[in-house]
């Protein structure tokens, strides 16, 4: 795949990896402590506790490297500055070299079909004469 | 205006009854469409070219100009995502009920991103066209090449054989 569309693959990922983390912990957030005068929140038993810290953790490690990835990617992009006219003046002049050799080709082409034609009519010429002098049985 | 589910075609093919005879009868095929055009109630435009930032109401955030930087603003653009990031979930912390900025600035930095993405392209389409260039130069080069060695080959045979045929 060519690399915009992998950049703009990544950006995709970087999204869907944003919306996963902040709704997993916005889901499964186990209840803060308010304030001092209330007592802790009863723990919740089963899922929370040290599986959501690891989930956390999974989570935004896989964000840190989808967005290093991209940078990656970006420092790949075979890109130079300064460039919509640079380019537009290499596609007239690769034109202009084109078509020199297209009509050098279409001579070449030329000449040889005229000595391929030429050889044909000495082949056809050799063979009657061949032909013709070859002894009745 | 009224428009059926299943409309009958137009009958313009009756004005092509005697196209067998006479070509020039009939008329010519409508000529092709400038501007925008209506198709199934959506209007279309027939220049395809990528609408700026203002005109879809998004903030920009990179420096407009002639020539963009591309590599440093896709990189400090994926930096200003990281931070955002960051900052959304401190504000889920501190005052959960101020998500919505974050969340449309977030949103920005997004559309921002595959804006400049979308603006490669037509670079990428000019640097497709140089390479497919040089590729048919060096095709033709080699053809010529081919042909000329061809022919040298087959004088080369033809003087043999006529070296051949005359030392009889």
Redesign the interface.
Known sequence: MDIISQLQEQVNLMAQLTFNTIGTLQRDAPPNRLSPNYPEPPPHPTEDGANFAEQAKQMSTALVKAAKQFDALVEALPISEGDEEAQVKRIAELQAENDIIGQELQKQLEAAEKELNQVRELFSQASDNCLNLKKPE | MSTSAFPPPPPYYRLYKNYSQDPNSAPEPPPPIEGTYVCFGATYTTSDTLPSLEEQGVRQLYPKGA?V???KE??SL?RD??LH?LE??DI?IERPSQYARRIEE?STV?KN??HL?NA?????A??T??RI??L??LN??R??ED??R??EE??GI?NESLAILDGH
């Open positions: 020539n930087d591309f590599k896709l990189k994926n995502l990281q990031i959304l979930a889920l977030i997004f991103l595959h993405l490669l392209r037509p670079h990428q000019r640097s066209l140089i260039l040089e048919q130069i033709r080069k053809a010529v042909i000329k061809r022919r087959a004088q033809l």
